[in-house]
Every structure is written in C-alpha cells, then in structure tokens.
C-alpha cells in the first residue's frame, strides 16, 4: 500500500509542505534551479514519503493506493550467475588429465558437453545455481560409421602386431598444474575413465566362444559399433578396427575359427573390453570438485634399440620405462640392443 494526496490538493497544506521540505533540501528546490522531486524515480521514494509526511501534518487529505501487480507476459528464466568447476585427476598418480569429456546437465535441465583443458581443469560460468549431474554419454557422434564396422571381413583384415604405435595411441602430453586458490571449497569423487569420455565403467573379459555381438550384449550396447567407438573412439576403416582389436584386446591367428570369423579363443592378452556404469553423479554449484578417474589401460607395442653417440649399438642396456600413469617398468636390451 502507497499514500497519495487526495485530489483535489490543499493549495495551503501544498504551501506549507514545499516550505518544510525545501527547507531542509535546499539543493532539491526548483526556484534555485534544483531538479525537485520526481515523481515515479525509485531513488526519490524516500523524498517523496517525507513530503507527504509534511503534506499531512499541514492538514492536507491523503488516501491509500494499493499495489498494482501485474501478471509476467512470460516465464522469467533463473539467473544464471553461478559458476562450477571441476579437476580431473588421474587416481594413481595425481597427476591432471586434459582434452577428458565430461556430459553434464545443469540445473535447469540443459545438457552440456565440456572439455579439461591442458591443467585438467575445465570452469563453466553463468549457470543457474544448484546440483549439476555429471551423465553417461550415449551420444552417436562418437560412435564410428556403423557400416563400415558390422560386417567386416575378419578373415580378409587379419593383421599381427605393429611395431609402431599410431599418433592415437600414445597418452596425451601432461602439463604442470596450476595452483588452486586457498578459498576454495573442494569436494572429492572417485570415478573410472576412458581416454577422452568420463564414466564410470567394467571390464568384461573375453571368453571362448565369445564374438564382438556377444560382447557387445554383455556391455548393454545395442550394436558392435556402440562397443568398438565406447572402447576405441572413432575408427573410420575396418582396417582401424582390426588394428585397435589386435594391438588392444589381442586378437591373434587363433582369434578366428575355420571360417575365418573372429571367434575369442579366450587366449587373448589383455582380452578386455570396457562398458560403462549408468550410475550418474551430482555436484553442487560454486564449488571446485576434484574427480579422481582409474584410465582404462591399454597396451601399446613399442620398440626400442640402445646406441651410442656414434649411433652403435650398445647391447644388454637396463632401463627403466615411466608411464604416464602407473608404476614405472624396468627393461633390458638384448644382446643386439634392442
């Protein structure tokens, strides 16, 4: 409710209130080139209920208005003035991993993809406040060209072991993390990771009999392209498919049966494939969340040879081999220094 002065207005107590209000602000008056009172401005509200303060005391009539509110045209979004951020961590080591997915689903329902940059870290800003999930990621745009994998012919595409690891294969570069600041509120959350998607995920190990269909069903994956692009990312030529099963899972010549179909013996080293865990995760807004991953190991070939300054071979070298993540791995050359 609001006060104004009753019309028609009291000509005496209109005399009276301007002489006590300008009084006491003088810079207010107009007959000294003041701008007065505005009549609607919210900064002059205060100014205005004192004038009818005096307006009243001097006799003039005043009456209540009540507030008009009118309905909102349309829905007004939240406000998006919040902020999350997230640090992803290798589980073993600590150490920060970048270029890491992570589909998330703000407060407000939208669903985001974002990406760790070099530091491990990734910040989204101007969100609505509240929990943000952290979800598993079904999108088909990861997934490779479906035909070019249902029907690969194993028997035409056998390859063995390379001796070269490809660019895709070799973990990506690490960087030194940037300090955090001291007023930071951290939360800490273990979860399992793939090399580029963040989930949580099991390992299916391949039995005798098994085929990529029956894997695939195991995995909860609708088709063998869901399983290979989950476990390998995109391969775009049935020749990256074979080269990601020999070198991954350790399809070898007894892989295939009579037929030349690729039929698990059961023997393959590692013969693990990955499937993910729909187990979503909450995490609160304006908070740093630390989320410790487990990276899917994958094996990759290496070659190495020992040589001199002159380049001549220096045979039965030891060495001492650092991962990226994990422990580090002692080798020996042999007697030609490979």
Not at 55 to 69: D, F, S
Not at 89 to 94: A, S
Not at 209 to 221: I, P, S
Request: with cysteine; glycine share 6%; net charge negative.
């Amino acid at each position: 409710m609001s006060r104004r002065a009753a019309r028609p207005l009291d000509p005496e107590a209109r005399r009276e209130a301007n002489r006590r209000f300008y009084a006491r602000h003088p810079e207010r008056d107009p007959a000294r080139g003041g701008s007065g009172i505005h009549p609607t401005a919210r900064e002059d509200a205060a100014l205005r209920r004192e004038w009818m303060d005096y307006y009243e005391a001097a006799g003039g009539a005043v009456e209540t208005v009540p507030r008009r509110r009118r309905p909102a045209d349309r829905m007004v979004a939240p406000c998006c003035d919040s902020w999350i951020h997230f640090i992803v961590m290798d589980q073993e080591t600590e150490r920060r991993l970048p270029e890491v997915l992570i589909f998330l689903r703000l407060p407000n329902g939208e669903e985001r993809l974002v990406e760790t940059n070099g530091q491990g870290e990734v910040l989204i800003e101007n969100i609505p406040s509240g929990n943000c999930t952290i979800m598993t990621f079904d999108s088909p745009d990861l997934i490779p060209a479906l035909e070019q994998i249902q029907n690969v012919d194993f028997s035409a595409q056998r390859v063995v072991m390379p001796a070269e690891t490809s660019a895709q294969d070799e973990p990506p570069t690490q960087e030194e993390p940037s300090e955090e600041s001291e007023e930071s509120t951290e939360s800490e959350t273990t979860l399992s990771v793939r090399s580029l998607l963040l989930h949580q995920c099991a390992d299916y190990h391949v039995q005798r009999g098994d085929d990529l269909e029956t894997v695939a069903r195991v995995g909860g994956f609708d088709t063998i392209g869901e399983l290979l692009g989950f476990n390998f990312g995109r391969l775009d030529s049935p020749d990256a498919v074979v080269h990601a099963l020999t070198a991954h899972v350790g399809v070898n010549e007894d892989s295939y049966d009579e037929e030349g179909n690729l039929v698990f013996s059961g023997n393959e080293e590692p013969g693990v494939f990955y499937y993910p865990i729909h187990d979503d995760s909450e995490h609160a807004t304006e908070q740093v969340h630390i989320i410790k991953v487990q990276g899917i190991r994958r094996r990759s070939p290496l070659e190495l040879e020992t040589v001199d300054e002159l380049g001549q071979h220096r045979p039965n070298q030891q060495l001492q081999l650092v991962p990226t993540c994990g422990e580090p791995i002692p080798i020996e050359t042999d007697d030609d220094g490979y």
